[in-house]
């Protein structure tokens, strides 16, 4: 992302916004709110160079493009409350559809472009998407969609399709500019609706507002200390969970966005190195990556990771540590907006040993200030209290007691789209139920055991498998491991441990995996008790993941399922 690029870069003539052009929203009638124009016009705000034709955005161009999509969809016949849709890698149609939604009074689905065909068409007729944008290389998937599509070739040209959508927009605006906009009066409509994955059945529509979104981005920049000197990479795809607000953490704090197409560990480390990069979030396994790349070096400036997904390892944080890079650990699903609570670092923590201390941070912490405080709970039926399933009680807070995770407040979803069922279900108690499992500490504060589907119960014994792979993982010559529950004629389950190997290890332990195994048997006698030692210790190439990086564990279950009849 070169000086030279960005000056030789012209956006489209319709890009440019005239020099008197205003930059609010019209208020409406009897709405007594103050707003203030852009403070930064001429600051980069996106910028997308590793592609064949790159293009830079500053505010006040972008803030016109924006304007302009949002022109352009209402001639197109979109209402409020009217669902569009976007298949899109992180590119700027996508950072642009997440702004205009806001301005059009519409609600964006963004749909994550790993999902097969099948998974694509329910998402489309389940939403009721009226427009989708496809990037070009994803047009498979909108193939008989119902809806209008509009194709992006990713260029930045006149000639794009998506391009001319645009121009449509400014063309049919008539320069009312922002002004002829009106913002939505109630803040409690919908802003988007994004799909979880589906792993347990057809995937929930998880329903975000106007007030949730814009407390979880202040939540997002104060959180990370996002201002307008930062440059965030976007390496988590803003398909997932509408990038856990980011895109307007963003906005909010005048950052400047730079976008990539695929995760890819070279291009991360050419941006940390050349462009400036002060943030970016992505899954533990990204990190690893990170760290174990050829580019792989200390930093010159400071640069802030955003962990979620799963706990960081300790022997993580501390490779991040060393190329000068922060860890702030946060944890939170589709249903929160993404992050919802922080591991936040603690004075008594400073004289700690360095493996102590990143134990502790790898905890879940505490909840963000726009969030009501987290509790950790029984779940139905597991405490002689329980007079009925709608009433929750807390477990105590001695961190050892296993509880599930519950949530509420601002930045909690409304409920599942067309579901009262699952919506009734989830917000048991007045609360939302997380599906994970955690121990609550005396400080407040909580770290996640498990999901309730990943618990393995040997002999009677829970044994979490997070903190079995927390041990695992100290042993040198792991890249990467995950443990999974596997059928044991004698104790029911006992955990089966999948390895990925150190390049440098791999030949190491070449034609010697049974040694292997037994020497991370030994590592672990003294770290884990006898229930929650791996049984079975399998060494591969890779492991599965989802396109945010997540270990896919129902892949690896349905590996140890196999290796079981064995």
């Known amino acids: 992302m070169t000086a030279a690029a960005q000056a030789a870069f012209r956006p489209t003539q319709e890009s440019i916004p005239p020099s008197n052009a205003e930059l609010t929203l019209r208020i409406p009638d009897g709405v007594h709110i103050n707003l203030h124009p852009l403070i930064y016009p001429n600051k980069l705000a996106l910028a997308h160079a590793d592609v064949p034709h790159p293009v830079f955005y500053t505010y006040a161009v972008w803030a016109q493009r924006v304007q302009n999509l949002a022109y352009a969809l209402i001639h197109a016949g979109i209402e409020p409350g009217d669902r569009i849709a976007v298949i899109a890698p992180n590119s700027p149609m996508i950072a642009d559809a997440l702004q205009a939604v806001c301005a059009a009074r519409c609600i964006l689905t963004t749909i994550n472009i790993r999902l097969t065909k099948q998974e694509v068409d329910y998402i489309l007729e389940h939403s009721g998407a009226k427009i989708l944008f496809v990037d070009h290389e994803y047009v498979h998937l909108a193939k008989g969609a119902k809806a209008k599509v509009i194709v992006c070739r990713d260029t930045g040209l006149p000639s794009d399709p998506y391009e001319q959508f645009l121009s449509s927009g400014r063309h049919l605006s008539r320069e009312r500019g922002w002004g002829g906009l009106v913002m939505d009066a109630d803040e409690n409509k919908p802003c988007s609706l994004n799909y979880t994955s589906g792993t347990t059945g057809r995937p929930k529509g998880v329903l975000t507002t106007l007030r949730g979104t814009y407390l979880a981005a202040v939540a997002n920049a104060y959180e990370t200390q996002m201002d307008r000197y930062s440059s965030y990479l976007w390496v988590l795809p803003m398909f997932h969970a509408a990038g856990w607000t980011y895109p307007w953490a963003c906005t909010f704090a005048f950052a400047t966005q730079v976008t990539i197409r695929t995760v890819d560990a070279g291009l991360i480390w050419k941006h940390l190195l050349h462009s400036r990069v002060t943030h970016y979030c992505g899954a533990p396994t990204v990190e690893i990556a990170i760290v174990n790349h050829p580019d792989a070096r200390s930093l010159g400036h400071p640069v802030t990771a ?40 603690q004075d008594s923590w400073a004289n700690l040993p360095p493996e102590e201390r990143n134990k502790l941070a790898a905890r879940q912490g505490h909840a963000f200030a726009t969030s009501h405080p987290t509790r950790v709970v029984y779940p139905p039926g597991d405490h002689p209290s329980h007079a009925s399933p709608d009433i929750l009680v807390d477990v105590p807070k001695d961190g050892k007691t296993i509880g599930e995770i519950a949530m509420a407040g601002n930045i909690v979803t409304s409920g599942y789209y067309k579901d009262p069922e699952a919506t009734k279900r989830a917000f048991r108690g007045g ?83 049974k040694e292997f195994a037994a020497s991370l048997q030994e590592h672990v006698k003294e770290r884990l008790p006898g229930f929650a030692r791996p049984e079975w210790v399998t060494i591969v190439d890779e492991l599965p993941k989802t396109s945010t990086g997540k270990i896919l564990k129902t892949s690896l279950r349905r590996m140890a399922k196999e290796m079981a009849k064995l």
């Open 306 to 345: 955003i962990i979620a997904g799963a706990a960081p390892t300790a022997h993580l944080i501390s490779e991040l540590e060393k190329k000068g890079i922060k860890p702030v650990h946060v944890y939170g699903l589709t249903e929160t907006y993404g992050p919802i609570t922080r591991g936040y670092p």
């Open 431 to 513: 609360w939302f139920s997380s599906g994970d499992l955690a121990v609550w500490y005396p400080d407040g504060s909580i770290a996640i055991q498990d999901r309730s589907k990943d618990i393995i119960i040997s002999g009677g014994e829970n044994a979490s498998s997070l903190a079995i792979e927390q041990e695992l993982a100290t042993y040198p010559d792991i890249l990467e491991v995950s443990v999974v529950a596997r059928e044991h004629p004698k104790w029911g389950e006992r955990p089966m441990a999948f390895v990925q190997l150190r390049p440098e290890a791999v030949k190491k332990w070449a034609g010697r995996h």
